[in-house]
């Protein structure tokens, strides 16, 4: 059972160019999520799941694109990096259960754009 | 908007001293987890609060939510240096918002 995996760890990117980073949980979670980790601002959320095949807006989603083929994976798009992207990224998930939230989450991609 | 206001931001305290991280929220809710990182890490979840007046407690992390006063307390006893890490609160409103975490710093 390995978790909540993303690829790739690390990463660098020049402006303008565009990548896809990759979350894979062996959880069977219906949740999914997409944050984002910059000093001093906790995690923001992205782009979030709630089910294969749909996707919704969190609280910064602009530059960001995001797809759910498979309930097991979740892919977090780049069309075209900014400087402004360079951050760490967590991808998370967890059961769809009425009483708890409590997410699981991947060890994060370490992203700069130059 | 709801807000979610950690302090303090940074703590540096001796080993065996205790102390306490506040988590204060803007908006209704009765679910609130606190998280652990470590530098260049991934967060681990330490309590899931579920109810006004749930209290945890895990070694030497004790962890409180006060509905009412939307207000979570984490209390730290007999501090030691493996507690050194980055805390954040995370507020449930069908989805999480996090607090801007706060830096504890144990030192010997």
């Known amino acids: 059972n390995a978790g909540v995996t993303q690829t790739p760890k690390f990463r660098v990117l020049k402006t303008g160019q565009s990548m896809t980073l990759l979350c894979a949980q062996d959880?069977?979670?219906?949740?999914m999520y997409w944050y984002r980790q910059d000093p001093g601002m906790g995690l923001r959320l992205i782009h979030y799941?709630?089910?294969?095949?749909?996707?919704a807006k969190g609280e910064v989603p602009d530059g960001y694109n995001v797809s759910r083929l498979k309930k097991q994976n979740f892919l977090l798009g780049l069309e075209s990096a900014a400087p402004s992207q360079t951050s760490v990224y967590f991808c998370?998930?967890?059961?769809?259960?009425?009483?708890?939230?409590?997410?699981?989450f991947g060890p994060g991609t370490r992203l700069t754009v130059t | 908007e709801l807000k979610v206001e950690q302090n303090p931001l940074f703590l540096s305290m001796q080993e065996g001293k205790n102390y306490t991280i506040y988590c204060n929220y803007s908006?209704?809710?009765?679910?609130l987890y606190w998280y652990r990182q470590d530098p260049g890490k991934s967060l681990e979840s330490l309590f899931v609060?579920?109810?006004?007046?749930a209290v945890k407690q895990e070694g030497r992390l004790m962890a409180s939510l006060d509905t009412k006063a939307r207000l979570s307390t984490l209390h730290i006893t007999a501090a030691v240096h493996d507690l050194s890490a980055t805390y954040f609160c995370?507020?449930?409103?069908?989805?999480?918002?996090f607090g801007a975490g706060t830096i504890l710093r144990v030192k010997s």
């Open positions: 998370a998930s967890n059961k769809r259960e009425a009483s708890s939230l409590e997410q699981y």
């Open positions: 959880m069977n979670h219906e949740y």
């Open positions: 799941s709630v089910g294969e095949g749909t996707t």
């Open positions: 908006t209704t809710s009765d679910r």
């Open positions: 609060l579920l109810s006004n007046g």
């Open positions: 995370a507020v449930d409103i069908h989805k999480l918002v």
